[in-house]
């Protein structure tokens, strides 16, 4: 199936969403899925690590015209979060992009968002990613 007919059904529609982070040529990535995910994007194939992540709000497929802003929260100990101990990056030098995707249609996917951290605020044990 493809990713509109997947998105839209009720029985077949199984999101997952995967997050790349690039800092300084270097990627992390995860998903919000129990198990890691393999995907290829733009010719490259990338395993995504299950890790603790979500982002704040529903958001709508992404067009360039209109970006939002969101939350994502990750543990601590996140890599991505360790960039922000100490000395952070310089600002708007990290960026995200969230990809959603369906079951097993992992060449098949929808960008959601796409920014950069402008914030990294810490709590307990959860680090809060401000993305524009």
């Known amino acids: 199936m493809?990713?509109?007919?997947?998105?839209?059904?009720?029985?077949d529609g199984k999101p997952v969403e995967l997050y790349r982070f690039t800092?300084?040529?270097v990627t992390y990535s995860y998903t919000s899925a129990q198990t890691a995910q393999r995907a290829v994007i733009d010719g490259?194939?990338?395993?995504?690590?299950?890790?603790?992540?979500?982002?704040s709000?529903?958001?709508?497929?992404?067009?360039?015209a209109n970006?939002?802003?969101?939350?994502?929260t990750?543990?601590?100990?996140?890599?991505?979060?360790?960039?922000?101990?100490?000395?952070?990056?310089?600002?708007?030098?990290?960026s995200v992009t969230v990809y959603r995707v369906h079951g097993e249609?992992?060449?098949?996917?929808?960008?959601?968002?796409?920014?950069?951290?402008?914030?990294l605020h810490f709590n307990g044990s959860i680090a809060e990613m401000t993305i524009n």
């Open 2 to 11: 493809s990713f509109d007919i997947d998105e839209k059904s009720l029985q």
């Open 23 to 25: 800092y300084a040529n």
């Open 44 to 55: 490259h194939s990338y395993v995504f690590s299950p890790d603790y992540i979500r982002r």
């Open 57 to 64: 709000e529903d958001l709508k497929i992404l067009s360039t």
């Open 67 to 72: 970006q939002e802003t969101c939350t994502i």
């Open 74 to 94: 990750v543990t601590r100990t996140n890599s991505v979060a360790l960039l922000y101990q100490g000395a952070p990056p310089e600002e708007d030098s990290v």
């Open 105 to 119: 249609n992992s060449s098949d996917y929808a960008v959601i968002l796409n920014g950069k951290i402008s914030q």
